[in-house]
């Protein structure tokens, strides 16, 4: 029994070192005023990212709304502007939000007829999860 200690601990290291959880952010137009994306890999045999976005124009408000799980293969949010000032809309997949720094709300929207031209996505470059802005006149 004395020695349970140490294979506890590398039994939970060998369980949770296939884990991933990272973040990247969109700022809006200072640093308090931003949509960040979170993305978690809970287990090693999981097959999907478990995400969400958060909604921050801070101090005045800031929430966390979850996303739809994505896989790992395919786990690219991208970003679109909206109709209005402080409103962007987002697609992950088949799945379309409609987001607000205004009042820091999210809404789930059918798919847009024609999308607006993506700001960026959010996606994993050199091992990470980064928001890639789209380079103008691409």
């Known amino acids: 029994m004395r020695y349970s200690g140490p294979l506890l601990l590398l039994a939970a290291g060998l369980l949770l070192g296939g884990c991933e959880s990272d973040s990247a952010s969109y700022i809006v137009d200072k640093r308090d005023h931003a949509l960040t994306v979170l993305r978690d890999k809970a287990f090693p045999w999981s097959d999907s990212y478990d995400t969400a976005l958060v909604v921050a124009r801070l101090p005045d408000c800031q929430r966390r709304y979850p996303l739809k799980a994505v896989s790992l293969k395919n786990g690219v949010v991208v970003l679109y502007p909206g109709a209005q000032e402080n409103a962007f809309l987002l697609s992950q997949g088949n ?32 091992g990470k999860l980064r ?8």
């Open 131 to 138: 928001f890639i802005a789209k380079a103008a006149g691409q």
């Open 95 to 126: 799945n379309w939000y409609a987001a607000s720094t205004a009042d820091c709300s999210l809404k789930t929207l059918p798919a847009p007829g024609e999308a607006p031209q993506p700001l960026g996505s959010f996606a994993r470059k050199d």
